[in-house]
């Protein structure tokens, strides 16, 4: 079984900076993609921003230009500037490898105006 671990999330004012981080705790298994997803309440799961292992990135238009996804190995990162209200959201990470898709327990990220 995979495991991710996230962290980094808060409550920060408009114009503010985040870094969310997401480990997964297996080594065994090469892992292809590894994405950011966040859900706003009352709204569906969004892919924010998404990183495969041949390092091809791509962002959700919303937040291209302000946030940056990297990886290091089984580890992913989200830096998110200029954070605004509407960025608000449970902030998960997924992982592909070939058992299927796993997740993370979401990082709650507040925006305030």
């Known amino acids: 079984q995979v495991q991710l671990v996230e962290s980094g999330g808060g409550l920060v004012q408009a114009g503010g900076s985040l870094r969310l981080s997401c480990v997964a705790s297996?080594?065994?298994?090469?892992?292809?993609?590894m994405g950011w997803y966040r859900q706003a309440p009352g709204k569906q799961r969004e892919l924010v921003a998404f990183?495969?292992?041949?390092?091809y990135t791509n962002y959700a238009d919303s937040v291209r230009g302000r946030f940056t996804i990297s990886r290091d190995k089984n580890t992913v990162y989200l830096q998110m500037n200029n954070l605004q209200p509407e960025d608000t959201g449970v902030y998960y990470c997924?992982?592909?490898?070939?058992?299927?898709?796993?997740w993370g327990q979401g990082t709650q990220v507040t925006v305030s105006s």
């Open positions: 297996s080594t065994s298994f090469s892992i292809n993609f």
């Open positions: 997924a992982a592909d490898l070939t058992l299927g898709r796993f």
């Open positions: 990183s495969t292992s041949g390092g």
